[in-house]
């Protein structure tokens, strides 16, 4: 047994550490084909096999456990939440969703790491026993790169899914992450990635003063996905707290709004900083850039700024909210969602348009549910001069006060309002609780029912009629000349 460990061990001398061979520092296949072809006759090569195939296999089983009975446990929960989903609260129902997705993570998770920590246990056991070499061996380095590149693609998806709302563009980064990562762990072991790596360290990139530290391709690399994977956890802390900050009832939607905003533009400049930082850029060069930004705003981009500038009074002042119902530049309509420089408006006809938020503050604004009270509105009858207008008003305020959105205090009236060419008009006035849903459906089924009434009584709605009264006529001398005349001349 010791013959075949020291062969082995010579035949394993070229293999390195897992952070050598992350630095490109080895060839993991190579040290694989050599150990098959120099050692297959060894046992000491089916120690190894065995060792890692029964830590997999030990893995796996607790893997299978856990999910059989936590995840059961989970679902359960869960749905016991859903029995009681109006008795909840937003907030409590937001951490409750979080968390039961961050476990089913770590079950998801719990096979690799299971394994990785059983093939820990069973290397330092084997080689206590002198079953193994004390040096890595391929085999085990190939199955920890497998396992740990399992456990990003996990991880990585379940961030990627709080960022992303799109189930295309969430599986479409799915699919690429997949390919990705398994294509680094591919050239990995064949010996692919640590010569490209070393490739980009040696190149250097002339940018700036040639007195200054060369730039390398990798420094260039690095600093680019530095960036970006700030830039993307970034996104996925901000898109977490949208989330949790929205299931607070307590708070307006404006102040989330703009807590929302401010907290998003923070994160993503903090991310920019700390990306540059780490990838060795000086981040005093913004200083050029904040330059270039203001004589933009000087010059070009002043409707811009004020755009956003408006965006952000209108939001803490509460002038309008989400769900207001407001006439502005010609529109009327509900506002569906407030951005950092316009404003979604939804008429009722289903159109959608897009206002600058200058255009709240520079110009009029008719905000009808800005009180959150009742509103008022009013339906116009006109009825013929032979009619009882005292009978008529009795009956039209009877009507009104029939619908069940008509509030009854303050009480609905109706009153003379003008001697019309054609008739007699009568404004009826009422209050409803909810203006801001819309009228034109109430009005539209109190003038029905007026009309019905009417027909019922007997009450005539006038239409426009003119009278023609000839006073005189003016004589008319007509001369008649006869044929014969005509024939003589």
């Given amino acids: ?181 398994w294509i680094l762990v591919v050239l990995q072991i064949i010996g692919i990635l640590p010569k490209l790596t070393a490739w980009m360290e040696r190149t250097q990139i002339a940018i700036g003063d040639a007195n200054e530290d060369p730039v390398t391709l990798w420094i260039l690399f690095t ?43 923070l994160l993503m400049i903090c991310a920019i900083l700390i990306g540059m930082s780490a990838a060795g850029i000086d981040i005093t060069v913004l200083g050029v850039f904040g330059g270039a930004i203001g004589v933009g705003l000087g010059f070009g981009l002043q409707k811009i700024a004020s755009n956003y500038v408006s965006g952000f009074i209108i939001l803490i002042d509460r002038s309008i909210k989400i769900g207001d119902l407001v006439n502005v530049a010609g529109v009327e309509g509900t506002i569906t969602d407030i951005k950092t420089r316009y404003t979604v408006v939804k008429a009722f006809d289903g159109s959608v348009t897009i206002i600058p938020n200058e255009s709240f503050v520079t110009s009029n604004v008719k905000n009808v549910t800005y009180g959150d009270g009742p509103g008022r509105t009013t339906v116009v009858m006109s009825v013929d001069y032979s009619c009882n207008v005292e009978e008529v008003i009795d009956l039209m305020t009877s009507i009104v006060e029939r619908q069940p959105r008509v509030l009854r205090e303050p009480k609905p009236y109706t009153l003379l309002t003008n001697f019309g060419a054609d008739g007699i008009d009568l404004t009826s006035y009422f209050w409803v609780p909810d203006p801001g849903i819309g009228t034109v459906s109430l009005r539209s089924a109190i003038s029905r029912a007026m009309l019905k009434e009417f027909n019922a009584h007997g009450i005539n709605i006038p239409y426009p009629q003119r009278d023609v009264r000839i006073l005189s006529i003016p004589d008319v001398v007509c001369k008649v000349e006869s044929d014969s005349n005509s024939n003589q001349s």
Wanted: hydrophobic content about 55%.
């Fill in 1 to 181: 047994m010791t013959t075949s460990v020291s062969q082995l061990g010579d035949v394993a001398s070229t293999s390195h550490t897992t952070e050598e061979l992350l630095l490109g520092d080895s060839d993991v296949f190579d040290q694989l084909s050599m150990m098959v072809e120099k050692g297959i006759n060894l046992p000491v090569v089916y120690w190894q096999i065995a060792y890692v195939l029964i830590c997999l296999l030990l893995g796996w089983l607790c893997w299978y456990l856990l999910k059989k009975f936590e995840l059961k446990r989970l679902l359960i929960q869960q749905e016991n939440e859903a029995l009681v989903d109006n008795e909840c609260v937003e907030e409590k129902k937001f951490w409750g969703t979080f968390f039961f997705n961050f476990r089913r993570l770590l079950i998801d998770l719990s096979g690799p790491i299971f394994s990785m920590f059983f093939i820990l246990i069973g290397s330092l056991i084997t080689r206590k026993l002198g079953l193994l070499p004390h040096k890595e061996l391929p085999i085990e380095v190939i199955v920890w790169l497998v396992l740990e590149a399992y456990i990003v693609i996990k991880i990585v998806v379940f961030i990627a899914h709080g960022v992303f709302t799109d189930p295309a563009h969430i599986k479409s980064f799915d699919n690429a992450l997949v390919w990705m990562v």
């Fill in 223 to 265: 600093g680019i996905i530095t960036i970006a994977v700030t830039l993307f956890v970034a996104k996925w802390i901000g898109q977490f707290f949208e989330s949790w900050f929205n299931s607070i009832p307590s708070i307006q939607a404006n102040i989330k709004v703009v807590v929302n905003r401010l907290v998003k533009v």
